[in-house]
């Protein structure tokens, strides 16, 4: 009589990897950009569609600030640079921050 033998799979414990912490851009309101002006840079920058871009500059303007996006750090950062980097050159002081996620 043969005796049972049971055999047990190792268990392989992989290193546990953090996500990284994902960043959000904030547009904040001013009273001196044109509203068209904010649209056409959320299409150009964020590639948001005319609908988008529109319900997020008027978020802004109602709140004070809107989240546009959210992503990895290094993208945000870019992003809001290339945007703010955009108005300066229109000569208009439109802001955009990036902030950690919670």
Same mark, same amino acid.
Request: proline residues 6%; contains cysteine.
């Given at each position: 009589?043969?005796?049972?033998?049971?055999?047990?799979?190792?268990?392989?414990?992989?290193?546990?990897?953090?996500?990284?912490?994902?960043?959000?851009? !904030?547009?904040?309101?001013?009273?001196?950009?044109?509203?068209?002006?904010?649209?056409?840079?959320?299409?150009?920058?964020?590639?948001?569609?005319?609908?988008?871009?529109?319900?997020?500059?008027?978020?802004?303007?109602?709140?004070?600030?809107?989240?546009?996006?959210?992503?990895?750090?290094? !993208?945000?950062?870019?992003?809001?640079?290339?945007?703010?980097?955009?108005?300066?050159?229109?000569?208009?002081?439109?802001?955009?921050?990036?902030?950690?996620?919670?």
């Amino acid at each position: 009589m043969a005796e049972d033998t049971v055999l047990t799979p190792k268990t392989k414990s992989k290193p546990k990897l953090e996500r990284p912490k994902l960043y959000k851009v !904030i547009l904040l309101n001013d009273d001196y950009t044109p509203r068209g002006f904010v649209t056409m840079v959320l299409k150009a920058v964020f590639h948001m569609s005319e609908e988008a871009g529109l319900r997020v500059m008027m978020t802004a303007h109602r709140l004070g600030s809107c989240v546009v996006v959210v992503c990895a750090r290094d !993208i945000a950062e870019t992003k809001a640079k290339e945007a703010v980097d955009l108005a300066k050159e229109a000569g208009y002081p439109l802001m955009f921050t990036t902030e950690p996620e919670e």
